[in-house]
């Protein structure tokens, strides 16, 4: 089992510009959640995806975007990039309502 | 809005000894589930231990046990005989319920094992 694997694992973009992250989930696991780490804090929970619909969606810009497809792998795009979005994304993921979440080893952003 | 508190940013001890990482929670609901993850340098959120809040006796896994004081809404973990792979920034984490599966984080401690 592979496990939930994240690419790219670094980037670089430019202000302005935009990104889109991907993940695949652990086998047989249904819901992607997102989660943005700034350096030195806790995980910040973005949003989560189930049945290719955003079940939830935590207090980010619409800046912030995502998609779920039919094989449950996930994306993130961030649009307008701003210096702030400099993070490492984590994807999570978890099978049904509630289980317990695994994570990626998570995309290191930074914005120049 | 749940909110988790760590207020030890730093931890250290040294290597077989015992050391205790605190965290507070805030919440109104009954049903929920609490987490301490450990992030090495490599960066993946590994789960260490769980705990259910129905559940009355405290969880143990190898060398971690957890104190959960539901009515003070704290939840420490302990590591018994602790090894230099123990290092690492220790996340506490609260789950609720009826939520799917969105994790609350705390700020964070980060543990250093010295030899």
């Known amino acids: 089992d592979a496990g939930v694997t994240q690419s790219p694992t670094h980037l670089i973009k430019t202000r302005g510009q935009q990104v889109t992250l991907r993940c695949s989930p652990k086998?047989?696991?249904?819901?992607v959640s997102w989660y943005q780490q700034a350096l030195g804090q806790g995980p910040q929970f973005i949003f989560q995806y189930y049945e290719e619909e955003e079940r939830q969606r935590g207090n980010f810009p619409d800046r912030f975007s995502g998609h779920q497809f039919p094989n449950y792998s996930s994306e993130l795009n961030v649009n307008a990039l701003l210096l702030g979005d400099s993070a490492l994304y984590l994807c999570?993921?978890?099978?049904?309502?509630?289980?317990?979440?695994?994570f990626g080893q998570g995309t290191r952003l930074t914005v120049v | 809005a749940q909110t988790v508190t760590q207020s030890q940013p730093e931890m250290s001890v040294q290597e077989a000894e015992t050391v205790t990482l605190s965290c507070t929670y805030d919440?109104?609901?009954?049903?929920?589930?609490l987490f301490w993850y450990k992030q090495p340098p490599s960066r993946q959120m590994i789960l260490v231990i769980r705990q259910e809040a129905y559940k009355q006796q405290n969880a143990t896994e190898n060398r971690f046990s957890v104190n959960f004081q539901k009515a003070a809404k704290s939840f420490s973990l302990k590591i018994s005989d602790s090894q230099l792979g123990d290092a690492a920034m220790y996340f506490c984490?609260?789950?609720?319920?009826?939520?799917?599966?969105?994790?609350?984080f705390g700020e964070g401690t980060q543990l250093t094992v010295n030899p």
């Open positions: 999570a993921s978890s099978w049904g309502d509630y289980t317990e979440a695994f």
């Open positions: 919440t109104s609901e009954s049903d929920y589930y």
């Open positions: 086998s047989g696991h249904d819901t």
């Open positions: 984490a609260y789950h609720q319920q009826t939520s799917g599966s969105r994790l609350t």
